[in-house]
């Protein structure tokens, strides 16, 4: 196996898939690495195109791997969203020109390696126009090329676009995997505990940011539920949630373990298993308080709320209706 591969944790069969192609030379010309964030896509996509670029199928230590990790293989371009160019404070898109170029640089022969490898971050975010340019270059792909699309929903994609890549699964992270990566990054093993949890194995973004910061939106999450509803629609003008689709999704997803961890006491089940184990107390309240069938609704219309995110509801609408549904007393302040 690439020795790059195993430096990455608890994708195992997304790997090796990926080895295979490697030992039998039949690299496709297109993957889509699916998966949520923080767990591996991105470090998976490098070393690939590492192993692919690299002597001995990635080493990690030769100059080719080295240049690919800091970003300076001339046969390996990442590709990220980007805002317009007139307007830099603008949503940040991959573009119709960000696809050109991919398709100026696939026309030519690679300058050094065996190929030339094309990785589109964040492809959930590619422009209706720059997705039907990219079909072009998947319909007919230039020899050697390889393009590597990182997404988190499929449904972001045209069917037309996903159907000419192979897909590759990547899964949140294990408890135990993710405990492993968080205690060598000097958590300690409860903060660990509770961050591994609170981020559901994207171990990426437990990395990325630290308790206080994960507590600190699961209380302004909270806050927004516990608020009466008459004053509901002010505060989220306030907080101006029109365009922060990420905040929203975070939110719901807030909601979402919330109202799970209560429906999992009210079965009887071990607090042990809680995501938000710190918050016993109140999550014993809301068992207490609400039905078993108010508590399953809720988790419907929670979910309800995720898809329309997905299928690009406006994020404020999205999480208003949602509000509207869930009733306040189910909250806790927090
Ligand atoms: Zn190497």
């Known amino acids: 196996m690439s020795a790059l591969f195993q430096t990455i944790r608890g994708q195992d069969p997304a790997l090796a898939l990926l080895q295979r192609a490697l030992t039998a030379d039949r690299v496709a010309h297109a993957y889509a690495f699916v998966g949520p964030a923080g767990?591996?896509?991105?470090?998976?996509?490098?070393?690939?195109a590492q192993a692919c670029l690299c002597r001995q199928q990635g080493c990690g230590a030769c100059s080719a791997c080295r240049?690919?990790?800091?970003?300076?293989?001339?046969?390996?371009?990442?590709?990220?969203p980007?805002?317009?160019k007139e307007n830099p404070k603008g949503t940040p898109s991959i573009r119709i020109e960000q696809v050109r170029e991919i398709e100026h640089w696939a026309a030519l022969a690679p300058l050094e390696g065996p190929r030339k490898i094309f990785i589109v971050d964040d492809a959930d975010r590619i422009t209706r126009e720059a997705a039907q340019?990219?079909?072009?270059?998947l319909e007919e792909p230039p020899p050697r090329t390889l393009l590597i699309l990182i997404v988190a929903n499929v449904r972001a994609l045209p069917p037309t676009v996903l159907s000419r890549c192979q897909l590759v699964r990547f899964r949140p992270l294990g408890e135990p995997d993710a405990l492993a990566l968080l205690g060598e990054r000097g958590s300690d093993p409860a903060t660990?505990?509770?961050?591994?949890?609170?981020?559901?194995?994207q171990v990426g973004l437990a990395l990325e940011t630290d308790l206080a910061e994960v507590q600190g939106r699961r209380a302004a999450a909270l806050e927004l539920l516990a608020i009466p509803r008459p004053r509901l629609a002010g505060r989220l003008d306030e907080a101006r949630l029109d365009r922060d689709r990420g905040l929203v999704a975070a939110y719901l997803e807030t909601y979402w373990l919330w109202y799970r961890d209560a429906l999992c006491l009210a079965a009887g089940g071990?607090?042990?298993?809680?995501?938000?184990?710190?918050?016993?107390?109140?999550?014993?309240?809301?068992?207490?308080?609400?039905p078993l069938a108010a508590?399953?609704?809720?988790?419907?219309v929670i979910k309800e709320a995720r898809?329309?995110?997905?299928?690009?509801?406006?994020p404020r609408l999205a999480l208003e209706h949602a509000l509207l549904a869930l009733e306040p007393a189910g909250a806790v302040a927090a």
């Open 39 to 48: 767990v591996g896509r991105r470090l998976a996509a490098l070393a690939f």
């Open 67 to 80: 240049r690919v990790a800091a970003g300076h293989h001339p046969d390996c371009h990442v590709v990220a």
């Open 82 to 84: 980007a805002p317009p």
């Open 133 to 137: 340019a990219l079909l072009k270059t």
């Open 192 to 201: 660990a505990r509770l961050l591994a949890r609170l981020c559901r194995g």
């Open 270 to 290: 071990d607090p042990a298993l809680l995501v938000n184990e710190d918050r016993l107390e109140d999550l014993h309240a809301l068992a207490a308080r609400l």
């Open 295 to 300: 508590l399953v609704e809720a988790l419907r």
């Open 307 to 314: 898809l329309a995110l997905d299928a690009n509801v406006n």
